[in-house]
Structure formats: C-alpha cells, structure tokens
C-alpha cells in the first residue's frame, strides 16, 4: 500500500510511540503529542495503540494513495474529505486506488492522526517509527514530509465493515485546558506570590510553538535567584522559568536535560492534552499531589480500557 | 517510620535524587539501566533522575527501591575512554556571544583563543539532545552566565561556555549558552553503534582551525 504526500501543511510527521530508554544518551521521547487520539485511530484500523501513524498540525492536508487501503483520522481536523466528499472522523473508511485524500485544518485543538491498516515498509530505528526531528532520526528519513514523498505501509487485510469510536471515548477538544501539575523540584525557587501566581494566571500558550515546547504567556513569575543552576533531567510535561519569568512547558520532543529550574511538572495523565494546545489556547494549572496523579492516571485507563484494552499513555 | 522521600524529590512518574559526586553519577547509571524497575535513567551534573510506569508502581515504593538501589549499587569501575581533540573553529561568524565571554574572563580575543586551547576538559556529561555533551575543567574558568532569554537558534557544533564549563551543540536546536565557536565535528551518527562521538568521563581538549579548514571538513561530511 503506498501513499504519496501531495500537501503536507504546517507539518507532518510519522508518529508512534516515544523512543524509550535512551534519554541517558541524550534522545527525545518523540512520538505522537496527543498519544490518546492516535492511539483512537490506530484502534479504528485494527493495529496495536503504539503503531505508526501521521500526526497532522493545524494547516489541512493532502495525499493519494496508490491502492485499495482501509485507514482512520482522529484528532482536531475540521473535516475528513475524499475526492471532495466529506468523509467522517473516528470512524474507519476504505479508499480505492487514486483517491485524494484531505485532513481539514483544525478548527479547535491542534493536531490530527491519519492511521494505516498496515505498517510502514522501512525498519524503525531505536526500536520506533516515530520522527526525532532535531536529530534528523526514525520516522520518515528523519524528517517533517514534503509534497511528493512517497510512503510505502505494508499490505493489510483489515475487514472492510467500518469500525467507530464509540461516544464517550471522543476526546473534547476546547480553546482553555486545565492542566494538573505535581511541583517540580525547583517549585521553591518562586517567591511566595509567584508560587499561587504559576496557579491563579490565565497563562495562554504562546505564538512560538513546536513539539518541543510552548511559551506560557502571562504576568511574568519572580525567581528568588537567577543563579545558574547544575543541568537536570526534564521531562514532556516539564514547566520551566527562565531568569526572565515566563515559564514554558516542554512538549514530546524535549530535551532531556535543562538548566533552568523545574517549577512544576504536568501530570502522566494530563500529558496527551498538551499534543492539542494551540498558539492563543488558554491554559490554567492544576496543583495535584505525585499519589492523587498516579490515581487520576489508573483511573483514566481503566475508563478507556473496554475500547483501548491495556494501553499506556506518554 | 522514616519517610522514603526525604531528599528525593517525587513526581507522579519520576524521581530526582541529589547526588554530589560526578563519578558515583556516572557508576550508578549502568546499574540503575540495568535494574530493570526503571524507563529512564537520566544523569544531571548533581542528580540523577529516574522515570517509571506510575500504573505498576507506586511513589513510595519506586522511592524506597531507588534508595536502596543507590545505597547498595556497587560503584561499577568505568575506565575513562580515551582523550580526543576537537576541531574548533572561532570565525566571529561562530562566535555570537565571544565578545561578552572575553570581558567576563578578562581576556582579549586572542588571549582568550589561546587560554581555552590550553584547558583540559572531560565530558561531565551527555544529554539535553542526542550527542549533546557537558564539558567540564578542572581549571578556574571565571563565570560567564547563561543568557537571560534563551535563543531560539542555535547552530550544530557550537560550542557554548558557562562557569567552567563548555558545551557541545549536536544539532541546531534552542539554547541559553552563550556561544564561543563551533566544531566541524560530527557528535551524534545514527549508523555508528554507539552513536555518540563521545562518552562520559572522556577527556577533550580543542584545537584552532581557521575558516577555510572549517569549511574543507564540514564539506568533507555525509
């Protein structure tokens, strides 16, 4: 089954789980942003939660494929449309040979996953087929897809009966996110106001952003010092503050090591929300304890597991 | 009973742990990988950090299991690997932040070259992006700080320096280290096993190439 790319918008990238194992060595977490959305559309076509799929960001998106293939799209695109016609999200559908496919830009939230019945034909490396774009590694040749590339999957035979997400598992997108957070080990370097300030904002996600990471724009919070402190170990999901006091919140494709302080870390729970931010998104932080997380995290995949089965989130 | 967190510190899916020695750092990160309890193990200059699957273990007890992990590890001996000489190439081009770094050291440009060609560093540590390294020297190097706003470009092979330490730039990528020059060198090759040109604990010293040799090697590259 292959597929060419005809427009690939703002960008896109082939997403899967993160490489794991590596951060000692320096590599990202990588894989998709919104892992629950794609984990939602590789279940539509039958493959495991963990499988390849195209991450799709805001602008819409276009590509033919070349044979008879069943695939999902999941996410915050507008609209599905095959040949002009409009097709439907969360809902898988078979595409004969020559049809043009186009992911609708999104509307609210900021990413979509197209899912394939088959597997990508090349190898994965470290052990995943999702895209580390600062190194140039996995995914497609390393990097974000251009017009005319050309993606070979594996041939599949997934039945042609349309599979659908059922309701209560359609994730609700919005324009103002609550995050919950556990303090991070720098939490204390705020001054005292700055600490209910990181809580009581309005912090609205910045116009620089990327999979690494997004600006939190808002009054700006007060470091007790701007010593520079030893590098440490961050993680997606870390919110950290610079000498200048706007904090920002590191997405899948962070580093893994920073030399600013940690003053708070998103939730394991929460993560995949941070794959829908979009620039101009309102977001308000959550203070949560390290236990009360683990529950809220073991509680949502124990809602999600009569339609997942035993999934892990990043 | 004695709370299994203290001086750790515990988000839901990882744990921080102080620890001053640079060396015990490095043992300890073969043997907690090995351990198996962990996804994660990230060494920092003063920590090292562990992450785990918080549906399978619970805070307190990836706590208490690190702790004793890291009381009963064995120091592995590491042997240093061998010292390697880096290419470095300071055309003001490479150097945007040169300037501010000589008056904070006391140097003139050229005195500056010839000091920083004289320090002895060993690789403190990899991280932030793959083949990313952290210098160190043993020798005083001042304290030059990190920017105030962090740049949102910073090219591959840079080489960066704060108190008295250098950096490595692997990839072009954001960063808040003031930048001195930039290597030709490659630090990160997907094809090689391992793919990181250099490894913790290795000793590096640089070496003045001029532009034209700059450009010679990097054309030299895949």
């Keep these: 089954m292959t597929i060419r790319i005809e427009k690939p918008g703002l960008q896109t990238t082939v997403q899967a789980a993160p490489f794991f194992g590596h951060r000692h060595v320096g590599m990202p977490a990588a894989g998709a942003a919104d892992c629950l959305s794609s984990c939602l559309a590789n279940r539509l076509v039958g493959k495991i939660p963990t499988a390849a799929t195209l991450e799709v960001t805001l602008d819409a998106m276009e590509f033919t494929v070349r044979e008879t293939c069943t695939i999902a799209v999941t996410g915050a695109a507008e609209y599905v449309k095959v040949n002009d016609e409009a097709a439907t999200l969360h809902k898988s559908f078979r595409l004969t040979a020559g049809n043009k496919v186009r992911i609708g830009p999104a509307r609210t939230g900021c990413r979509s996953y197209v899912a394939f019945a088959g597997d990508p034909s090349w190898n994965p490396v470290l052990g995943s087929w999702s895209t580390c774009l600062q190194a140039g590694l996995g995914g497609y040749q390393g990097r974000g897809l251009r017009a005319g590339d050309i993606l070979e999957f594996s041939a599949n035979n997934f039945p042609s009966d349309a599979l659908e997400t059922p309701v209560q598992f359609i994730p609700n997108l919005s324009g103002h996110h609550l995050l919950r957070v556990t303090a991070g080990p720098e939490f204390t370097k705020l001054e005292e106001d700055s600490r209910h300030r990181l809580f009581s904002n309005k912090w609205q996600s910045g116009q620089r952003s990327s999979r690494m990471g997004t600006m939190l724009a808002g009054t700006p919070l007060d470091l007790q010092d701007h010593n520079t402190m030893p590098s440490a170990a961050v993680f997606p999901g870390t919110i950290q503050c610079p000498p200048d006091g706007a904090p920002f919140l590191l997405g899948p494709d962070a580093q893994t090591t920073g030399g600013y302080p940690r003053v708070a870390q998103v939730i394991r729970a929460d993560r995949h929300l941070i794959g829908q931010l979009r620039p101009g998104d309102r977001v308000q932080l959550v203070l949560t304890s390290p236990e009360k997380a683990q529950e809220i995290y073991r509680q949502k995949l124990k809602l999600l597991q009569p339609w997942l089965g035993d999934i892990s989130l990043w | ?222």
Excluded at chain 2, 29 to 53: N, R
Excluded at chain 2, 81 to 87: F, K, M, R, T, V
Excluded at chain 2, 100 to 105: A, D, I
């Design chain 2, 1 to 222: 009973m004695t709370d299994v967190t203290a001086d750790l510190h515990v988000c839901d899916d990882w744990i921080s742990c102080k620890i001053k020695d640079l060396p015990h750092i490095h043992a300890l990160v073969p043997f907690l990988l090995k351990a198996g309890t962990w996804l994660e193990v990230v060494p920092g200059l003063d920590s090292i950090t562990v992450q785990f699957d918080s549906a399978r273990i619970s805070v307190k007890e990836a706590a208490s299991v690190l702790r004793e992990q890291i009381s009963t590890g064995q120091e592995t001996a590491i042997s240093a690997p061998p010292a390697i000489e880096l290419p470095i190439c300071y055309d003001p081009e490479f150097a945007p932040d040169i300037h501010g770094v000589v008056s904070q050291t006391g140097h003139s440009v050229e005195s500056f070259v010839a000091w920083h060609q004289g320090l002895d560093f060993s690789v403190s540590m990899l991280g932030f992006l793959p083949g990313f390294a952290y210098l160190r020297s043993t020798q005083d190097m001042g304290d030059v700080q990190r920017l105030e706003q962090p740049r949102q470009h910073v090219a591959a092979g840079s080489v960066g320096m704060i108190g008295n330490q250098n950096c490595l730039y692997s990839f072009s990528s954001p960063g808040g280290w003031p930048i001195i020059g930039r290597t030709p060198a490659l630090l990160f090759d997907p094809g090689k096993t391992p793919p990181n040109l250099l490894q913790p604990d290795q000793p590096v010293r640089f070496r003045q190439i001029g532009r034209e040799q700059y450009d010679d090697l990097v054309a030299g590259l895949p």
